[in-house]
């Protein structure tokens, strides 16, 4: 007759047995590396009520003559709102954003990848300007009063 051992504790054999289904399971089906910006994401348009703008357009021009810098041209959009990007960079970790929406005077709110929040006024025709950001994964929330917020999925700058 054998021993019923599940009710037992873990012993060496069975942290071992676990331990090579982790890496087995590592291998061949590794999560995802942005899973976490992913999933923080879902919770804060969740969490805000926020429509979520979609990416309707990325542009990146050639670099022209005199001082050589590379600008992208970012787009989102929803129903109600348009939202444009130029994305610069400004030295080895940081670019400028100038953006354009077409909700003047909303307030737009820029968290970057090293998680730090900046915020700013649209003026009326809808520009607002934010410099020495720092470089990598960065996501917007527009408002504008009697509206949804409006969040971008992340992206690069």
């Not at 970012?74 to 444009?84: A, K, Q, V, W």
């Not at 809808?126 to 992206?155: A, C, I, M, Y």
Request: glycine share 8%; net charge negative.
């Amino acid at each position: 007759m054998t021993k019923d051992t599940a009710a037992e504790p873990l012993d060496a054999l069975d942290e071992e047995i676990l331990a090579a289904l982790r890496e087995l399971y590592s291998r061949a089906d590794p999560c995802p590396a942005d899973l976490v910006d992913r999933v923080g994401f879902a919770l804060t348009v969740r969490q805000l009520h926020a429509e979520v703008a979609q990416l309707t357009d990325q542009y990146v021009p050639t670099r022209g003559l005199g001082t050589p810098t590379e600008a992208r041209t970012i787009s989102f959009s929803t129903d109600e709102l348009g939202i444009m990007l130029t994305v610069t960079h400004a030295g080895r970790d940081r670019s400028r954003l100038d953006g354009w929406l077409t909700w003047g005077g909303a307030v737009v709110q820029v968290t970057s990848a090293d998680g730090s929040v900046r915020e700013t006024t649209a003026d009326d025709d809808g520009r607002f300007v934010l410099d020495e950001l720092p470089r990598g994964q960065t996501r917007l929330l527009v408002s504008n009063e009697g509206s949804r917020p409006v969040v971008t999925p992340g992206f690069t700058i």
